[in-house]
């Protein structure tokens, strides 16, 4: 790229960051402190706010680079990412969302520790939701890292891991300082740069091919060197019965794998009450469909303007597709309009990645406070404030963060996402839907419910062709595959929702029915909520 390219780039990225950090500031400096305004932003937000918020908190690297790269790549196949990311909020709306604000306080384990030994349940979730975050996080990392390779004309491989360094130490600020109320702001700022960036795009795309979608649809096949078959199912999932397989897997994961994501659950608690959140969901909805549907725009767009030859030439995994279709829109490489639209993309994408990591991090960040620390603590220890050992957990999940981010660099951004979600539908979807439904469920029944499917999702990942035996693996030189799949949710998510049956049928444990009771009656109508 010119140094105009990245002189207007860098300026845009400085200018998003400095309005961020003033914002942080800004709520830092009017916090009270207490762990409710830390972790829920005082419950203050309107469902409108909220809404806005979660979109923004939703709409990831994943979404904006990732699924375009894949559609750009792979047609038809690419869609599946936009309609399990959307689909999956339907079970969020109908199944999750008001009973998840009327049972908890700040995170998931306080909906299961309602009715059970809080212990055990607190660190089990507890572990879960940090593993689900981290593995989000990493995806983000990678988004950042492919940004500001693209910017240096893909030469900047120091550059690359300095830029993940540094996303990794501004999350780090906006939750240590902010808490949730500057994250919410920051996301909601990001959703309406997001939205706006995509909706300018999609026209240009359009009035390219004079509203055309059909031309669009033929150009980007002929282009794509596959013909017709880039417009029909089977390019990347149909060759043979372990890549079908591998489609049904992804598509569980995408589905389920929304309503066990930390980092959204914790977003129902920042309104007053269960209506505001079911209403929050319902905006949400409205405004992540709108964007989904655009994707398919860009990515179609991106393959028949740039061609899925040139989009792979930048970056293997597809993940500088709309980067290079909004350079073509605006007139190309030497353009003024193409280095104008290049920088504001970019810029739109960098603040993506940092308002998802600000949310993803405080999510996690809660976990280790409010479920692992709270737990582990010897009784006899001085207590010390859970938003001081937040703040402290930040960091460390950062560092976690930041160095696989810098091993998983060469993988698509909405392929990790696709990993995120099928471990948090294994382990924490489970015990979720059992503790809110299930009048029998124990204590056992929640700890093996979480571990039955949080290590066995995670295992097979690690004996899957990411990991090694093919050259598109982390590990390319070495080769332990065992398991097929490249995601693990088709095998783990039923050995969670068994291992939760199984640990209780055999639990000497009898169930509380009356915390049961308390529970239902609560979830339903609110009563006794926080």
Known sequence: MTVDHQTLSLLLFSVFVAITLAITAWVGRNRRGSAEEFYAGGRLFTPMENGFAIAGDYMSAASFLGISGLIALFGYDGLLYSVGFL????????????????????????????????????????????????????????????????LLGGKGEGAQAWTVIGVGALMVIYVSLGGMRATTWIQIVKSFLLLG??????????????????????????????????????????????????????????????????????????????????????????????????????????????????????????????????????????????????????????????AVVAGITLASSASVAHDLYASLRRRHAKPRSEVAVARVAAVGIGVVAIGLGLLARDLNVAFLVGLAFAVAASANL?????????????????????????????????????VSGSPESLFPDVDFQYFPLQNPGLVSIPLGFIAGWLGTVTSAEAPDEAKHAETEVRSLTGAGAV
């Open 430 to 466: 489970p015990v979720l839907l059992y503790s809110l439904f299930w009048r029998d469920f124990t204590t056992r029944g929640a700890v093996w419910a979480v571990y039955g499917g949080l290590i066995p999702a995670l295992v097979l990942v690690l004996l899957s062709p990411v």
């Open 197 to 354: 960036g995509t909706i300018a795009l999609t026209v240009l795309v359009l009035l390219r091919f004079h509203g055309d979608f059909d031309q669009l649809l033929l150009t980007a096949a002929e282009r794509s060197g596959h013909g017709d078959a880039f417009l029909a199912p089977g390019l990347k999932y149909g060759g043979d019965w372990t890549a079908r397989l591998d489609f049904i897997s992804l598509g569980l994961a995408l589905v389920l794998g929304t309503a066990g994501l930390p980092h959204i659950l914790s977003r129902f608690y920042t309104v007053p009450t269960a209506r505001a959140a079911r209403r929050s969901v319902v905006w949400a909805i409205g405004l992540i469909g709108g964007f989904y549907l655009m994707t398919i725009v860009l990515g179609f767009g991106a393959a028949a303007i740039v061609g899925p030859e040139a989009v792979r030439g930048s970056n293997a995994a597809g993940n500088t597709a709309v980067p290079l279709l909004a350079l073509d829109l605006g007139g190309g490489e030497n353009s003024t309009g193409g280095t104008v639209l290049f920088a504001v993309v970019a810029a739109i994408a960098f603040a993506t990645i940092l």
């Open 87 to 150: 689909v999956a909020w339907l079970v969020v709306l109908f199944l999750v969302a008001e009973l998840v604000r009327n049972c908890g306080r700040f995170t998931l384990a306080d909906v299961v520790a309602a009715r059970m030994r809080e212990r055990p349940v607190r660190i089990a979730a507890g572990t879960s939701s940090v593993t689900v975050s981290v593995l989000y996080l990493v995806a983000q990392m990678v988004g950042a890292g492919t940004l500001v390779a693209l």
